[in-house]
């Protein structure tokens, strides 16, 4: 069974850091892209970033360039999302998408398999 296990989300204040983590098991996504979404409440699921198997390729949001950076290791089958100077709005549920063939570029194109999610809150 193939599981994407999110960490890392917590209640952080405005300007703050945090780190996220999501490790894949039951497969392994060393050939594939992996990524991030989030999705507020009411709101629609937003793309965040993605990074190719190579992690040569990357690409973010236009909310979230320059503060957010994904990263991965294959060995380890895990990829990270590091967010800083974090502001209220992105306050969210943030979910790790994985596939091992399906390119992951936006919320059209996504991978076929999901975390169950991780809460980020930012307070003002």
């Known amino acids: 069974q193939v599981q994407l296990e999110e960490s890392g989300g917590g209640l952080v204040q405005a300007g703050g850091s945090l780190r996220l983590s999501c490790r894949a098991s039951?497969?392994?996504?060393?050939?594939?892209?992996m990524g991030w979404f989030r999705q507020a409440p009411g709101k629609e699921r937003e793309f965040v970033a993605v990074i190719s198997w190579s992690g040569y390729s990357i690409s973010y949001g236009d909310s979230v360039k320059g503060r957010f950076f994904i990263s991965r290791d294959n060995a380890k089958n895990t990829v990270w999302l590091q967010m800083n100077s974090l502001k209220p709005e992105d306050t969210a549920l943030y979910y790790c998408n994985a596939d091992s063939f399906k390119p992951i570029r936006d919320t059209s194109r996504t991978g076929d398999y999901w975390g169950q999610g991780t809460q980020i809150t930012v307070s003002s």
């Open positions: 039951g497969r392994t996504f060393s050939s594939g892209d």
